[in-house]
């Protein structure tokens, strides 16, 4: 099974920016609704933001008006831009699709850490 490869990650101080990448290299791809997923420390894993098929977004209050996802059928990648950024959005950030045929790609995150 293919897996999601999340890159962009990495350590920045409280109101930076940072852009994450996905490549979900898989055919069911442009018709999926994808998703960008964080896990911090001790907590389970949480839906943040996603996006359907034909580009629209979805978000988590919490990130609204900060976050930004996008997604490029043709390269089968999925964005995440983070503006203002906040200590509690220190987490691994994955994405995978939304449909149970995303379930086996999982891929090992990519880590945010945000200093104040």
């Known amino acids: 099974q293919v897996r999601a490869v999340e890159s962009g990650g990495g350590l920045v101080q409280v109101g930076g920016s940072l852009r994450l990448s996905c490549v979900a290299s898989?055919?069911?791809?442009?018709?999926?609704?994808m998703g960008w997923y964080r896990q911090a420390p001790g907590k389970q894993r949480e839906l943040i933001a996603s996006?359907?098929?034909?580009?629209?977004?979805n978000y988590v209050d919490s990130v609204k008006g900060r976050f930004t996802i996008s997604r490029d059928a043709s390269k089968k990648s999925v964005y995440l831009q983070m503006n203002n950024l906040k200590p509690e959005d220190t987490a691994v950030y994955f994405c995978?699709?939304?449909?149970?045929?995303?379930?086996?790609?999982w891929g090992q995150g990519t880590q945010v850490i945000v200093s104040s």
């Open positions: 898989r055919s069911i791809f442009t018709i999926s609704t």
């Open positions: 995978n699709g939304l449909e149970p045929g995303w379930s086996n790609s």
């Open positions: 996006i359907n098929n034909i580009g629209t977004p």
